[in-house]
């Protein structure tokens, strides 16, 4: 049975930063590519960062240079490092597992909630 748990989320100012982990049972973790999605108050959720089972990585243009993502096999855990955060950062932030479109998942862990604000 599949499982992703999302941690690391709060409240955090413009220009803070925060950590984001997922930690994932029930899959091979090191056969999969990883991502962070995201759903934004009112709109659809959307892919945030990749990360493929080598290592390489793909971004979506309004994070690139301020979140980094990143995966550790041994602990079955993906990151999300996210710095220089906007207001417009906030969102429900999610993993998941194969590199699929976001409309193609049937499962999703509970997520973290991300506040930026003053």
């Known amino acids: 049975q599949v499982q992703l748990v999302e941690s690391g989320g709060g409240l955090v100012q413009p220009g803070g930063s925060l950590r984001l982990s997922c930690a994932a049972s029930g899959i091979i973790f090191s056969a999969n590519a990883m991502g962070w999605y995201r759903q934004p108050p009112g709109k659809e959720r959307e892919l945030v960062a990749g990360?493929?089972?080598?290592?390489?990585?793909n971004y979506r243009d309004s994070v690139k240079g301020r979140f980094t993502i990143s995966r550790d096999n041994a602990k079955n855990t993906v990151y999300l490092q996210m710095n220089s955060l906007k207001p417009e950062d906030t969102a429900v932030y999610y993993c998941?597992?194969?590199?699929?479109?976001?409309?193609?998942?049937?499962?999703w862990g509970q997520g973290t909630q991300v506040t930026v604000s003053s």
């Open positions: 998941n597992y194969g590199g699929k479109g976001v409309n193609d998942y049937r499962y």
């Open positions: 990360i493929s089972r080598y290592g390489f990585t």
